[in-house]
C-alpha cells in the first residue's frame, strides 16, 4: 500500500521558490515512479513532472522546464519538487502520485495512488 502525503505548499511573491515534498508513509516493497500534477480552479488537472523509480528519467510540463526539478531519495521514500522563479500562473493545488509501472508518465490514467495535495498560491 502506498500513502501519499504532500508539504510544502504556501503563498509566495512572484519570482521567489518553494520545495514541495511527497512522503509515503506506507513503505511499500514496489518500485514505483512518481508524478506531480496540479488544479487551479475551474481547470483540468495539469501534468507539472514526472520521475522514474531510480531516478534516471525525467520529464517536465514545457512552461516549467528550467525552473522546476523532480528528483528522489528512495532512502527516505521522498520526492521532491523544487520551485524556481514562480509566477502567478503557476498557483494551483499541487498533487503527487505513485505509479507501479515504474516508468515516468504524464498521463494521470497512469497514475495508481495520488495524495491529498498542498496549496501554491503565487501573488503578483
Known amino acids: 500500500q502506498v500513502h501519499l502525503v504532500e508539504a510544502g505548499g504556501g503563498l509566495v511573491q512572484a519570482g521567489g521558490s518553494l520545495r514541495l515534498s511527497c512522503a509515503d508513509s506506507?513503505?511499500?516493497?514496489?518500485?514505483?515512479?512518481v508524478g506531480w500534477f496540479r488544479q487551479a480552479p475551474g481547470k483540468e488537472r495539469e501534468f507539472v513532472a514526472t520521475?522514474?523509480?531510480?531516478?534516471?528519467?525525467?520529464d517536465y510540463l514545457d512552461s516549467v522546464k528550467g525552473r522546476f526539478t523532480i528528483s528522489r531519495d528512495n532512502a527516505k521514500n521522498t520526492v521532491y519538487l523544487q520551485m524556481n522563479n514562480l509566477k502567478p500562473e503557476d498557483t494551483a493545488r499541487y498533487y503527487c502520485?505513485?505509479?507501479?509501472?515504474?516508468?515516468?508518465?504524464?498521463?494521470?490514467?497512469?497514475?495508481?495512488?495520488w495524495g491529498q495535495g498542498t496549496q501554491v498560491t503565487v501573488s503578483s
Open positions: 502520485a505513485a505509479n507501479f509501472r515504474g516508468v515516468a508518465s504524464t498521463l494521470p490514467s497512469n497514475y495508481d495512488y
Open positions: 506506507g513503505r511499500t516493497s514496489r518500485n514505483y515512479a
Open positions: 520521475i522514474s523509480w531510480r531516478g534516471t528519467t525525467t
